[in-house]
């Protein structure tokens, strides 16, 4: 059974920083290609980052990339979101997602549909 979890979300003015985890259970983290997924009220869900099994190939949404930084630590089975330079447009539910597949670059890999698993999510509020 795999569960994702989660934590770190908050509310932060426009400027500032968040760090959000997914603490994940079954092992995925080093053997799924791990992402974050957001979404807004009214809106889609939608493709923030991702990061490959091996944790060298990173993906991001144009609006995220030299903001964004997706990591992740096998050893603590976790993957992290570290947001820089927050803007009031970021404000969503961000949710954490392990995929069954390698290739980062893919086009697939920023579907929603292409992950297997999937946390409840954590708010982010970014206040302008």
């Known amino acids: 059974q795999v569960e994702l979890v989660e934590s770190g979300g908050g509310l932060v003015q426009a400027g500032g920083s968040l760090r959000l985890s997914c603490a994940a259970s079954g092992g995925v983290v080093s053997t799924y290609t791990m992402g974050w997924f957001r979404q807004a009220p009214g809106k889609e869900r939608e493709f923030v980052a991702c990061i490959g099994r091996s944790g060298r190939s990173t993906r991001y949404t144009e609006s995220t990339k030299g903001r964004f930084t997706i990591s992740k630590d096998n050893a603590k089975n976790t993957v992290y979101l570290e947001m820089n330079s927050l803007k009031p447009e970021d404000t969503a539910v961000y949710y954490c997602?392990?995929?069954?597949?390698?290739?980062?670059?893919?086009?697939?890999?920023?579907?929603?549909?292409?992950?297997?698993?999937w946390g409840q999510g954590t708010q982010v509020t970014v206040s302008s």
């Open positions: 997602a392990a995929g069954d597949f390698s290739d980062v670059y893919y086009f697939t890999a920023a579907r929603a549909a292409r992950y297997n698993y």
